[in-house]
């Protein structure tokens, strides 16, 4: 892409929500020919430079004194400079700390420095959990609105509206308060005709809340979309998006995700609520100026921001300090662990408070099992996770093929429609069949559940033998017709989930993929579970079962095999272990079942990489281009820093800039006609001895500033960089001194430098850019998307769908 020059004006960083960016699902096109996009599109003032002269006011700018605004800063879809940012951090923290010695209140403010990570913290994790809360009561109750409304108060759910009724505990979803939508209408609920109006006000209320949904995000925040995990991972890494964490994103967010989640479609609210979380960190960020102005020490924030949001999505403090440090952080130093922990504690304290289920639990889904496993159990719970690595290597797969065409074809330009119409099947489909009519939450907490005495669910179903009842615990039995009528719908329902899932991941509402993940595994869990329990029963004098599962005993839990399923399939396809985990067993309260949970997630990982080695999260990074280093991928080609430079042999020399002997004029000559984010400082053109490096966003801030307030700076003054002025005849214009924004250690490698290493000090130092030298000489520079190009094509993928700096 060509640059179109910029002119002189005021800098203003594009900080909007409102340009429609197909973020997770569509097009997103910034593919450029250099390093750089355009400054036209992202900085409001230049669009066309005609650097002629402009005389300022007579104060004369020390540079070197005051730093500029805008200087040090970003462009949206740039990548931060983590040494330098960090280096920055560290000045400021020693500059803190002479001055607290000085006075009172130098020490007070030294103190209020260090306390305001932590007060920082705090706010997240208060504000997280509040959102939490009003998103999963807003969420329960408009799911119920889709079959009913309450006549005590339209405003509450339908467990709530039925609490004070004297119904009788098998009855209690039969309570005189709450009507369906045939009972208020027609007068009564039994009959074809009121099915019929059952259906249709279903369908009905399902398409409104989610084409309300599309149209909020489509018009107030396109980033509101998807889970937003792919992008918070690349924002981690060093990668700007503006807008994306910004407050218009978090409250559209907030809103369609109830919508969403309400209107039945097969996805869940885990992975939006980690996005809803970053929002509040970002937005909580700038009262405090430390990260207001570092980049670096805001994603420190995020990271613990993120823990948060994972801790109020599953009541898993452990889990989301995990989460945060396996799956999405990039940089995570002891005491980011620290923070993380603290606002994590905080978040799920929050929703505890508010207690949005009634239950006095932070899930839905809660669940306790009291039985041991027995040691051939494992064989079991190994297939549940050979299941469940098969089913995230082919989702992954079939939902990427889908996102591509989504991206490549018309599809893209109708998300309306598209979000009409799967909706539209997802509820037709989903109301006949009351496993996939009520809400995924529901049906995973249904499918975990332990049969007790007094459950009434299909599922618990058997034929009782009250004679062989010891205590509390049930007696393995034969399974009545109530269960098998369930297991013929929970078939169904595992069809219908494993493809619905794969079109609705993706579409333009915000949409979490742990939920529908959970709820295929733990439909298939529970299938086997039962599998085993009757094969166990019938069987009990089999050689395999003589040992330990005598008749009458109650030796099988098939809630315990749906939540192993659960953990094997939301690992099949995100790839996380440890987290998963920790999530699952802090989710049961169970500390023994953490064995068949680790054998799950451990196979359907190893079956999953076997197939594919990306997770969903690094398919969609990949298929949107975003610029993520992978710190997990070992490089293992043999090729060297000068075979992936540039300038490539028969390509135009490095641009640079002299340090003592360019013109003003020349400078916006190389800006105007090049589109590099930055460029070489060198001693000259002939010895190409390097002096250091120069961003081109700080170039034109300080050139145009010295334009408008230094005065005598014309086209014809000289810019230098360094400490002394060179020797110019007396009649010479005013100079301009520009050493204050040069780099003057910039990072080096020779040109012999094997990229394995030179790959590894991008990951772990979070450069931008690094320059090749030949016995100290320039001969040119390889940017972090020369690498992922450079990744991309040993790996025999196109290089250009690498689309952003």
């Known amino acids: 892409m060509d640059q179109k020059g910029y002119r002189r004006g005021s800098f203003q960083s594009s ?39 402009m005389n300022g006011t007579s104060t004369m700018m020390d540079f070197l004194e005051e730093p500029l605004p805008g200087v040090g800063t970003y462009e949206d879809f740039n990548t931060i400079d983590w040494v330098r940012e960090k280096s920055r951090d560290r000045d400021r923290h020693r500059e803190i700390t002479s001055r607290s010695k000085e006075s009172t209140w130098a020490l007070i403010h030294s103190v209020s420095d260090a ?142 995700l109830v919508l969403a989640v309400s209107s039945g479609l097969s996805l869940g609210k885990e992975g939006p609520l980690v996005h809803v979380a970053c929002c509040c960190g970002n937005i909580l960020c700038h009262l405090f100026t430390k990260y ?40 995570f130093p002891l005491k980011t662990l620290w923070r993380s922990f603290f606002a994590a504690l905080v978040a799920a304290f929050t929703l505890r408070s508010i207690n949005p289920f009634g239950n006095s639990r932070l899930v839905l889904f809660y669940v306790e ?57 997802t509820a037709i489909l989903a109301f006949p069949n009351e496993y996939t009519r009520m809400s995924t939450s529901e049906l995973i907490s249904e499918l975990f559940n332990d049969c007790g005495i007094l459950d009434s669910s299909k599922l618990c179903e058997y034929v009782n033998d009250f004679n062989s009842t010891k205590g509390d615990d049930l007696p393995d039995r034969a399974a009545g017709p109530g269960v098998y009528t369930a297991m013929w719908q929970l078939a169904l329902a595992l069809i219908m989930k494993v493809f619905i899932t794969i079109f609705t991941f993706g579409m333009k509402v915000p949409s979490g993929l742990f939920i529908p993940s959970m709820a295929v595994g733990a439909i298939a869990g529970r299938l086997l579970g039962v599998a085993v329990e009757q094969l166990a029963y019938y069987h009990h004098d089999w050689a395999i079962f003589s040992g330990w599962c005598s008749q009458g005993a109650d030796c099988i839990t098939p809630g ?28 049961t309260g169970g500390l023994e079942y953490i064995v068949p949970l680790m054998a799950a997630a451990m196979t ?15 398919a969609h990074i990949r298929l949107n281009g975003y610029p993520f280093l992978e710190a997990k991928e070992e490089f293992s080609h043999k090729t060297l820093a000068m075979d992936v430079m540039r300038p490539r042999r028969n390509d135009p020399p490095l641009t640079v800039i002299t340090q003592d002997s360019m013109t003003v004029e020349d400078v916006e000559t190389i800006i105007s006609e090049t589109t590099y984010s930055g460029y070489p400082v060198v001693v000259s053109r002939e ?32 810019i230098y960089f360094t400490d002394h002025s060179p020797p110019l005849p007396p009649s010479s214009p005013s100079m301009l001194k520009l050493r204050s924004i040069l780099d003057l250690s910039p990072f080096t490698v020779t040109d012999q430098t094997p990229m394995e290493i030179v790959v590894d000090i991008f990951r772990k130092l979070g450069l931008r850019q690094c320059l090749v030298t030949h016995n100290g000489k ?13 990744i991309a094509q040993l790996a025999n993928q196109d290089p250009d769908s690498i689309l952003f700096n």
């Open 604 to 618: 359907s990982k190893w079956v999953a990489d076997a197939i594919g080695r990306e997770g969903i999260y690094d």
């Open 369 to 425: 099992f009291h039985m041991p496993w027995h040691l051939l159990e494992l064989v079991p719970f190994i297939l549940l996770g050979i299941f469940g690595g098969l089913w995230g290597a082919f989702f992954i797969r079939s939902n990427i093929a889908w996102c591509r065409r989504r991206k490549t074809t018309k599809l893209g330009k109708y998300p309306v429609l598209e979000v009409f119409v799967v909706t539209a099947i």
């Open 115 to 256: 306390f305001s990570g932590w007060l920082l913290m705090l706010l997240i994790g208060l504000l997280a959990g509040s959102l939490a809360g009003l998103i999963d009561i807003s969420a329960h109750w408009m799911t119920d609105l889709k079959e009913g409304v309450c006549l005590a108060g339209f405003w509450f759910n339908h467990e709530h509206c039925c609490w004070k009724s004297n119904t009788t505990f098998t009855d209690r979803d039969k309570c005189p308060e709450w009507k369906s939508w045939s009972q208020l209408i027609l007068g009564h609920g039994e009959g074809a005709f009121a099915y019929i109006l059952n259906y249709f006000m279903y369908v009905i209320w399902a398409l409104l809340f989610s084409l309300l949904a599309v149209l909020l995000v489509k018009g107030f925040a396109p980033y509101a979309c998807g889970s937003g995990i792919p992008e918070i991972k690349t924002i981690l890494s060093g990668f700007i998006i503006r807008g994306y964490l910004g407050k218009w994103t978090l409250i559209i967010k907030t809103i369609t």
């Open 15 to 53: 900080t909007s929500d409102e340009d429609m960016l197909e973020i997770a699902g569509a097009s997103l096109d910034f593919s450029m020919a250099d390093d750089d996009p355009p400054l036209d599109r992202e900085m409001g003032g230049f669009s066309s430079y005609n650097g002629g002269g």
């Open 292 to 331: 207001r102005k570092n980049e670096a020490k805001r994603r420190e924030v995020l990271s613990a921001a993120a823990a948060a949001g994972v801790s109020v999505a599953f009541g898993a403090p452990i889990g989301g300090v995990l989460f945060s440090l396996e799956e999405v952080s990039y940089y």
């Open 560 to 587: 315990l095999y749906a939540m192993v399923g659960a953990a094997a399939c939301l690992g099949g396809v995100t790839r996380m272990t440890v987290s998963l985990v920790v999530i699952m067993f802090e989710l």
């Open 778 to 790: 320039l001969l040119g520079i390889i940017t972090k998307k020369d690498v992922l190009k450079h």
């Open 687 to 718: 010895s190409q001895r390097l002096v250091g490096f120069v961003l081109r966003r700080d170039l034109i801030i300080s050139v145009e500033n010295a334009r408008k307030k230094q005065d005598g700076i014309v086209s014809t003054s000289i």
